[in-house]
């Protein structure tokens, strides 16, 4: 399988690279910045296609497509800057746009867009609804399309969140009873969400979308 990961050197994405490349897949990384911080590559990095490109600017890295078996879009942020472009609806609902149809154009068999169930807290409405726009708009292109729908994605050198916030998420989501109580919401560890998220890449036949937060702690 050639795999392509979107945003595959952020915090999910490289997770997904690398066990891509554990089991032996052919795998593309498309990122502004090219391959992750070097504290975050390991002996694997030496096996990942690095892209350095903007998904905004798709003729810069749509001939990465055409063997490509799977796109998994994993760029997002729950921080906002709409003055510099930045924007939920530009970020998290755009890009997945402009990724998914470019994936359909050059043939793609399946398109993994990482979703969220809920917005976090303290973040405004439009980041859920820039989310569900994009959902919307991709659901019916001409390729397997699969949205895992998660809560908060806790762990190491997690980008987004305050470090007393990523504690009490990591604190809940290692206690599998409580976890389980906030069901489609509960938090999950970023390498369990990104073997889930790898296995719905490489499985055959995925989960009909959206895939809930149950479903995806199985398949962690």
């Known amino acids: 399988m050639h795999l392509l990961v979107t945003g595959g050197n952020g915090f999910i994405g490289r997770r997904i690279c690398e066990r891509a490349v554990a089991d032996g897949h052919e795998v593309t990384s498309v990122a502004r910045t090219g391959p992750p911080a070097q504290r975050h590559c390991g002996p694997w990095a030496a096996d990942v296609t690095w892209v350095a490109a903007d998904v905004f600017s798709p003729e810069t890295w749509r001939d990465a497509l055409p063997s490509v ?53 303290l973040v405004g409405q439009s980041y859920i609804t820039a989310r569900r726009r994009a959902e919307r708009a991709i659901a019916d292109l001409d390729m397997e399309v699969v949205v895992p729908r998660f809560g908060p994605v806790y762990g190491p050198d997690q980008p987004h ?20 109580r906030l069901g489609d919401d509960r938090p999950f560890a970023v390498d369990r969400a990104a073997a889930a998220i790898y296995r719905l890449a490489a499985m055959p036949d995925p989960p009909a979308s959206p895939v809930m937060a149950g479903t995806l702690a199985d398949l962690a």
């Open 69 to 121: 078996d799977c796109v998994v879009h994993s760029i997002g942020t729950i921080s906002e800057t709409p003055d510099a472009g930045g924007s939920f609806d530009r970020i998290n609902g755009d890009s997945a746009i402009v990724a998914a149809l470019e994936a359909e154009r050059a043939d793609v068999d399946r398109f993994v867009y990482i979703s969220s169930s809920a917005k976090p807290p």
């Open 161 to 180: 969140f305050p470090e007393l916030a990523n504690w009490l998420f990591a604190a809940v989501g290692a206690f599998e009873p409580i976890a389980r």
